[in-house]
Each structure stands twice: as structure tokens, then as C-alpha cells.
T-cell receptor
């Protein structure tokens, strides 16, 4: 079983709907949580970064972390066709070992239909 | 401001050959990390370099190696290529080696698509 699980989708929603994405994880040491968006033939682009539990909002994006349930979510409000992409969650454990060693979920493909 | 530049964008190699991929970080960035992305395994961490020193290494065989030059540009090398090495290889750069303090500053490039036949 993978450390980070993510439904591969595809998740198809009409334009203007709320997109709800989530990841579950098994490693209780994870404390840093990210959400990335990846368009076809492009590298991942950081959307949200959260430390520990709680909510964080940035424009149309809201990230939630529930460490007690080992569950993180990303919500996209007022979705647009340009939001059609693969969304990846990523996590990092205690930063005793500095650096960019992230554990990624497999990604969820999202399609926003006009 | 130029982003992270990876060359070449596409590459086709034969089993048993070796390959070198290049990553030029954003100007002023000193940390470069490398990831492999495949449909089956997703994104997996390979290694990270900061100030010409390897700081972290993932669980990949010794056929995968890298280095960083004094201008922060980085290369990764894969020797004795196998079919399973076919993947998108991504590098990400950051001004500093992330310690969890402050913002997370890594930016990914668009990757090099390696096909092994």
C-alpha cells in the first residue's frame, strides 16, 4: 500500500461547480502538505502549502488538513475550464533532514466542462 | 525572469545505453532536486543538490547519479538504461535548502521525457 493515496479520477464537473479533491496518508510523521496542479506536458505548479492541521484559503482555493484522520482536501470554487488538469497532493515529514524530499499522491485528473 | 530550464525536452535511448539530463535552475537558486514521474509509480524523489553537495537521496539504484556545478546547474545521469527508466524526469529549484521554516520555494521545470526502447 502506498504512503499517500489519491483517487485517480477522472473527476468531471460542470463549469462553476466546486471541485473537491482529497488524499489520505499513512505516515503520521507528515507535517507539511502541498497541492500541485500539473497540465499536460508541464511540470507541477504549487497551488497551496500548509503546515500541520487547519484550513488555508487563497482565492478560489481552500486547503484543509486533518492530521487526526490523516486526510487532506483541496476545494476549488467557481471552477473554470482552465482548471482542467491533474492535481497532486504532496507531503513532507519532520524537517530534521532539510530539503525537498516530498512524497506524492498519484494525482487526480479533473475535467471542467463548459 | 526565466524559469527552470530542462534540456533536452525529449529523448529516445536504447536499452543498455546511458543518458545525461540537464537542469538550469532559476537565477539565484542554489538548490536543485530531481524527481521521476511514471504512470505507475507517480512522482518519486531521486536526489537533491545544494552548493554542489548531495543533501538527500531517494530509493533508486546506483545507476542513477547526479551532480551540481558551481553555477548551480545540475545534471543527472542514468547508466545501463532499462525499459522501466522510461519516464518524465523533473527538476525543481529553490533559493535555499528548505528546512520547513518560512515559505516553500521550489519551482519545477517542464521536465525531460525519456523513452527507452
Amino acid at each position: 500500500q502506498k504512503e499517500v493515496e489519491q483517487d485517480p479520477g477522472p473527476l468531471s464537473v460542470p463549469e462553476g461547480a466546486i471541485v473537491s479533491l482529497n488524499c489520505t496518508y499513512s505516515n503520521s510523521a507528515f507535517q507539511y502538505f502541498m497541492w500541485y496542479r500539473q497540465y499536460s506536458r508541464k511540470g507541477p505548479e504549487l497551488l497551496m502549502y500548509t503546515y500541520s492541521s487547519g484550513n488555508k484559503e487563497d482565492g478560489r482555493f481552500t486547503a484543509q488538513v486533518d492530521k487526526s484522520s490523516k486526510y487532506i482536501s483541496l476545494f476549488i470554487r467557481d471552477s473554470q475550464p482552465s482548471d482542467s488538469a491533474t492535481y497532486l497532493c504532496a507531503m513532507s515529514a519532520d524537517k530534521k533532514a532539510a530539503g525537498n524530499k516530498l512524497t506524492f499522491g498519484g494525482g487526480t485528473r479533473v475535467l471542467v466542462k463548459p | 525572469k526565466a524559469g527552470v530550464t530542462q534540456t533536452p525536452r525529449y529523448l529516445i535511448k536504447t536499452r543498455g545505453q546511458q543518458v545525461t539530463l540537464s537542469c538550469s535552475p532559476i537565477s539565484g537558486h542554489r538548490s536543485v532536486s530531481w524527481y521521476q514521474q511514471t504512470p505507475g509509480q507517480g512522482l518519486q524523489f531521486l536526489f537533491e543538490y545544494f552548493s554542489e553537495t548531495q543533501r538527500n537521496k531517494g530509493n533508486f539504484p546506483g545507476r542513477f547519479s547526479g551532480r551540481q556545478f558551481s553555477n548551480s546547474r545540475s545534471e543527472m545521469n542514468v547508466s545501463t538504461l532499462e525499459l522501466g527508466d522510461s519516464a518524465l524526469y523533473l527538476c525543481a529549484s529553490s533559493p535555499v535548502l528548505w528546512t520547513g521554516q518560512g515559505s516553500y520555494g521550489y519551482t519545477f521545470g517542464s521536465g525531460t521525457r525519456l523513452t527507452v526502447v
